[in-house]
C-alpha cells in the first residue's frame, strides 16, 4: 500500500482517489477551496463534479498543503493547467528531495510554452516527475470502465513504479520515455477538440468530424516531432487515442465550448456556459506561438484562434480550410 497525496480535487482528482483507493493506496486529497473539502468531507462523494462516486472511509481530505505533501510515497497533481505553476510554487516547501510527483493535467504556458512536467521540475526542483495521460474521461473511470493510459518519464524504473500504482483490471497503464511528446499531444488535441465542436454545433456531420480527427492529428504531429516528440507517441494513446475520445464525446468540456460557439454563442457566452477551465482556449495561444518558432503550418489549429480571439465566423473558418491550396496527403 502507498501513501498518496493528491493536490487538486476536481473531477480528474476525484476520479484518481476513487481508483487509488481501490487499488488499495491511501490518498489524502487537498484543494484551495474550502467548501469543496466541507462538501467531499460531509458527503465523501464530489457531488457537483463527480455525482455517484463514493471515496472510500480512509481517504482524508485537507486545505493544508503540508499534510497533504508530507510523508507521501507519491504526490499526483491533478489541478487544471493555468492552475499548475501557482499551487507547485505554494508545494515547494513541502515537498522531500526526490519525491516522485505525477503530473496528470493537460496543458502548455503561453509564453514559456513550458510543459507541466517541466513547470514542476522548475518550481520544485527537488522532484522527479512522470505524467499520465491518455483518453480518460473522469465520468467513465468513476464508474470502473476499462480505460488505458500512458505513464512517461525519462527514467523507466519511476514510469515503471507509477504503473504499478495506478493499474487495475479496469485501468491499464503503457509506460514510455516521451514525456514531452506525451504531453504535447495532451495539450495539442484539446484545440482541435474545440474545433470538433465547433463543427457539430454548425451541424455538420461524421465526414467533417472524420477529416478534421485526422488532419488534425497530422497537424498535432508535425508540430510535436518539430519541437521534439517522438512521432510514434503521437499515433499511441496520448495521441490519437486522446483526439479520438476528446473529439467524439459528450463528456469533453472543450468540445462542449466547440459546440456553442458553433452554435452562434460568443465566446465569452461560450466559457460562462461551461462554466469549468476550458484549456484548449489557453493550448490555442501557445500552439501557435510554438508553430511560430518551429515554423510548422498549423491550419486547423490557426482557424481555431482566429474564431476564438478575432471573432472569425465558424462557418467561414471551415470554408477556408476547404479552399486551401491543393495538396498531396501525406
Ligand atoms: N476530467 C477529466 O476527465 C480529466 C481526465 C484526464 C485529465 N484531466 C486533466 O486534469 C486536470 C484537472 O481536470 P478536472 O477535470 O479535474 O478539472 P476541474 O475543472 O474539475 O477542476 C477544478 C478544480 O481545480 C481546483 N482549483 C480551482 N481553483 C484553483 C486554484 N486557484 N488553485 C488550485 N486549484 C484550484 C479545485 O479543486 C477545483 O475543483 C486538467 O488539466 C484536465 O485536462 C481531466
Redesign the pocket.
Known sequence: MAEIGMI??????TALTWLLGNNGHHVTVW???KD?IDLLNENREHTD?LPGVKLKDDVIFTTDLKEACSNKDILVL????P?TR??AKQMKDHVRYGQLIVS????LEEDTLDTLSMIIEEEIPQSKVVVL?GP???EEVGKGMPTVVVAGSKDCQDAKYVQDIFMSDVFRVYTSDDPYGMQLGAALKNVIALAAGIEDGIGYGDNTKAALITRGIAEISRLGVAAGGDEATFHGLTGIGDLIVTCASQ?SRNRRAGILIGQGKSYDEAMKEVK??V?GVYSAKSAMQLAKKYHVEIPIIEQVNAILFDGKDPKQAINDLMCRDKKEEI
Open positions: 487538486g480535487a476536481g473531477s480528474w482528482g484543494s484551495a477551496i469543496e463534479k491533478a489541478v487544471p493547467s492552475f501557482s499551487t496528470v493535467a493537460k496543458g495521460c480518460s474521461h473522469a463528456h469549468q477551465v484549456e
